[in-house]
Every structure is written in C-alpha cells, then in structure tokens.
C-alpha cells in the first residue's frame, strides 16, 4: 500500500507468501490497522504519519522508517525464527519522531545460549520524543530495549523485561541519549539492568539510507533522568560497575578492568560527582589502521549489576555532557587527523 491518506483495516489476515515482508506500506497517513492478524514474515512501514496499530498479532515482527506520531498499542508479537537465522528485533523504529510503543507483549523466543532466535525485543534509532512504555518483553539474547544513534527526548518507562542474554536497556552504536527518562522498568533473569557506551565517531549528513538526517553534532549524554528502575533474580551472580576501553581490530575485541567483588543487599547506583567509589578504567587504545575501520571510535561505558535478589537505582539526573565525568581527548596516532578519540569516567557511589 503506497500514498494512501485515511485508510482503515481491521479483522484482516495477512498471509506470507514470501521470505521477505507479509506487509510493505510506504507514504501513508492517518490510518489504522486493528484486531489484524500478519504472518510470520516481518511488516515494513516507511515515511508514516498518525497512523495507529492496535491490537494485532504479529507471528514476526514489525519495523518502521522515517515515521511520525505511530502509535503501536497493545500488540503481541511472537518471532518465528529459529537458530542462527535470527530476528534483529520485534519491534524497530528508525530515523523518526514522536512515536508510541506502549502495552505490546512481545516473545523472542531465544532458547537461552548463543546469539540466536531474536536479537533485542524493541530498537529505537535516531529517534526523538519517543514514548516507550507498558511493554512486556522476553527471551532475547541481547537487551530488552536497545537504542542507536542519537536518541533525545525519550521516555522509556515501565517496560517489564524477562529473560534478556545481554541487559534490560542499552545502546552503544553511535550512541548519544539526551533529555530522555527512563523510569519503572523493571529487569529480571537478565544479567546487567543497564548497558550504555559508544562504538564509532560522528556520523557525516545523510549516514543513512534514504540520506535524510543531519551530521552529528557532538556525542550527548546529558539531561537524562534515571528514577526507579529495578533488577530482579539476576542471572548472572555478582555485583559491579564498570568502565572499559577497548581495542578494535577487524575483529572487534573489548577489555574491561575486572569488577569489583559482590557487596550487600541492595546496592544502588547514584551520581555523586565528588565520590568515586567502585570505579575502574584501562586505557585507551590506538585506533587500527584498517580500510574496514575508518570511522573514529568514541566510548563511553557503564554497566550495573547486582547479586542482590533486588536492585534499586534511585533518581538520577546527568546534567551536562561531562555529568560526573572526567572527559579528556586521546591525541592522534602517526599524524591521523581523523583519529578522535573521547573517553569519559563516570564516577558511582555503590550503597
């Protein structure tokens, strides 16, 4: 379905007839699909506007591009993939705005080893004032909720998340998180409740596929509120937070100081800047010198994780792009003028 303003489908059943997508609607408006039934290939929007989805059942998973004011409510989504021949994600929204992800459930079906079945159950990416929220999302191998590139303006609350191989919420490719909220989620049977640094440099104007965003500007993390999120029966026993830098070759490879050893019920994350406390870093390394990797590497890490049976992290506040950092450029190697690196230590106190 292609330029369409002002459609309605509902009490549908899309049957696949392809490997590729059950559903391919480009250039549409002001519309709903509703109490719909699609097969077990994925839907692909792109360029929607104030279109509703609700209620449907998705035997795969939907991802949409270059979209505005979507509203997907109430779904469920169930991947049909098995082994190595992986779904990215249940849900996928890319280079939008102002979308809705609100009250889906939504089953990867991942066997519990190895990067199989369902990679993450939502992906947000370069996407501002998205609404994520009410979700309940099990068995992926990765995260829960992962985001990419810059993501500003979010609210990502009230996700319940089960059974993820990797962390509740995370994001690292290009990644930038600025005035958003995360709040209420809460993670169980995963190892880590929050995941976040920076893999590659500042992206060029028109990156991506169609060509239609803006260069970077900066790398951001600021102005975000962390507030009330919780990790439940973790799955991998041991408490710690980290920072790590990492040396990428054409095989990516990452170093991380060990974490500290396990602590008391209850440890919790805050954001003293004048107290650092469980803390580690390793330096950073040079670049390598490959055609395969061009682009600059900037890294920011962090990861929490509790061997206690309940994990709350109170309200947090990151201020400034520097928030309790300590921010310092890594100089060029041999004279490479691209060469750019950026690392930051955010500084926890561990109760």
Known sequence: MANVDGFSLTN???????????????????????????????????????????????????????????????????????????????????????????????????????????????????????????????NVFDCGIETLGMIANATISNNDITRAGFCGIGGWYWNSLRASTISGNVASDVPRLFYFFRIFGLRPAGFEGQHELPADAAVYFSDNVFDGNRLVNPSVVGSWSSICASTISSTTRARSAAPPASGPLGHRISSSPTTLSA???????????????????????TAVGTSATTATAPRTRSSAIDHSCQAGLVPPVGGDDSFVSLRRVIRHTIR
């Open 279 to 301: 803390t580690t870093t390793s330096a950073m390394q040079p670049w390598p010198r490959t055609s395969e990797h061009r682009s600059s590497p900037v890294w920011l890490s």
């Open 12 to 138: 549908c059943i899309f049957a696949s007839t392809s490997t590729t997508f059950v559903v391919n609607v480009t250039r549409v408006s002001n519309g709903t699909f509703q109490h719909d039934t699609f097969g077990t290939t994925w839907v692909n929007v792109v360029h929607a506007a104030d279109v509703r989805i609700d209620q449907n059942t998705f035997n795969a998973s939907y991802q949409q591009n270059y979209s505005h004011r979507v509203v997907l409510s109430s779904n469920s989504l169930v991947s049909q993939t098995r082994g190595s021949s992986l779904t990215p994600a249940m849900i996928i929204s890319n280079s939008g705005s102002s979308n809705h992800i609100v009250g889906n459930v939504m089953d990867g079906k991942w066997a519990g080893s190895g990067q199989t079945e369902t990679d993450d159950g939502v992906v947000i990416t370069d996407e501002s004032g998205d609404t994520v929220s009410g979700n309940t999302i099990s």
